[in-house]
């Protein structure tokens, strides 16, 4: 299992007994933030990390077991981090390719989520400008191997893409 506090400051567990870690091992080029509005939650929700300095930056998750099915879930809360007022959409990609338009809101969380084989023992996952006025940012980042035989399909479904879910966090 692998937690990622995006922006956060320092390793901890959460009410839940999971184990977050800071994002500094996954990602090379970013700046981060506190999130606005959020106080009282565990602080792996009081933080993000957001990419003005790039088109496209990527989370890269090493020594996943190729060819087993993983949960990745991104998390997105833009909480007017930047004073703007003006939720940005970005693209959410992975491993290289468009997985899904982000559009994110100043009062409410996203997620979202796949579940996937990977070809190779990494995962990468981005976010990348569709607009010089809109920054990307990311909230947190969720990577769980899956136990064979969880999510077996008819052999009808695409491997590479996986089944997606998205949402909204309540």
Same mark, same amino acid.
């Given at each position: ?5 995006? *922006? ?6 959460? =009410?839940? *007994? ?11 080029? =970013? ?7 959020? @106080? @009282? ?21 090493? &020594?996943?077991? %190729? *060819?087993? #099915? ?12 930047? &004073? #703007? ?10 491993? &290289? ?17 796949? +579940? ?21 940012? +990311?909230? %947190?980042?969720?990577? =769980?191997?899956?136990?064979? @035989? ?5 052999? %009808? ?6 089944? =997606?879910?998205? *949402?909204?966090?309540?």
């Amino acid at each position: 299992f692998l937690s990622i506090d995006c *922006g956060g400051t320092a390793n901890h567990t959460d =009410r839940l *007994g999971i184990n977050w870690v800071v994002d500094d091992g996954y990602i090379k080029t =970013r700046e981060a933030t506190q999130v606005r509005n959020r @106080g @009282g939650y565990d602080p792996e929700f009081n933080s993000l990390r957001y990419f003005s300095a790039q088109k496209k930056s990527c989370y890269v998750i090493p &020594g996943v077991a %190729t *060819g087993r #099915k993983h949960m990745v879930r991104a998390s997105f809360f833009y909480g007017n981090y930047d &004073g #703007k007022s003006s939720s940005p959409s970005f693209d959410l990609q992975f491993d &290289g390719n468009y997985w899904v338009d982000v559009v994110t809101s100043s009062s409410e969380s996203y997620y979202r989520e796949v +579940i996937y084989a990977p070809n190779k023992n990494k995962i990468s996952v981005c976010v990348a400008w569709t607009s010089p006025d809109q920054i990307p940012f +990311i909230f %947190t980042l969720v990577v =769980r191997e899956l136990e064979t @035989g969880m999510y077996e399909t008819n052999g %009808t479904e695409k491997e590479q893409g996986g089944l =997606r879910s998205e *949402g909204l966090c309540q």
